[in-house]
Nanobody
Framework: QVLLEESGGGSVESGGSLTLACRTSNYPYDKYCLAWFRQAPGKEREGVAAILVNGTTAYAESVKDRFTVSQDSAKRTMYLQMSDLTPGDTATYYC?????????????????????????WGKGTEVTVTG
């Protein structure tokens, strides 16, 4: 059973920082890209950042220069370092993966932060930015 588990959410004041983690298991880690999505109350889920199998990263314009996505392959964990947070960043943050092979273009979905192509999802972690 493929598992993705987010952690690190919480409440932080405007201008603050937070780092999320997405721990994964039970699939060939080096064959899947990973991405972060978020859903604010009353809004649709949107892509935030992604990291491809080759380490290339992608970001939504709204978080570029404030968020950094990274991974520790040995720990099978993806991270999202968030800084200069604003109330607009308040949301439930999800991680998801997609196969990146010749049979499935997960890299396309990850690079373009396309929800429809992601295969497995975590249950999310809540981030609240106050002030």
């Amino acid at each position: 059973q493929v598992l993705l588990e987010e952690s690190g959410g919480g409440s932080v004041e405007s201008g603050g920082s937070l780092t999320l983690a997405c721990r994964t298991s039970n699939y060939p880690y080096d064959k899947y890209c990973l991405a972060w999505f978020r859903q604010a109350p009353g809004k649709e889920r949107e892509g935030v950042a992604a990291i491809l199998v080759n380490g290339t990263t992608a970001y939504a314009e709204s978080v570029k220069d404030r968020f950094t996505v990274s991974q520790d392959s040995a720990k099978r964990t993806m991270y999202l370092q968030m800084s200069d947070l604003t109330p607009g960043d308040t949301a439930t943050y999800y991680c998801a993966n997609a196969r990146s092979t010749s049979f499935y273009p997960g890299h396309h979905y990850c690079r373009n932060l396309l929800e429809r192509g992601m295969e497995y999802w975590g249950k999310g972690t809540e981030v609240t930015v106050t002030g």
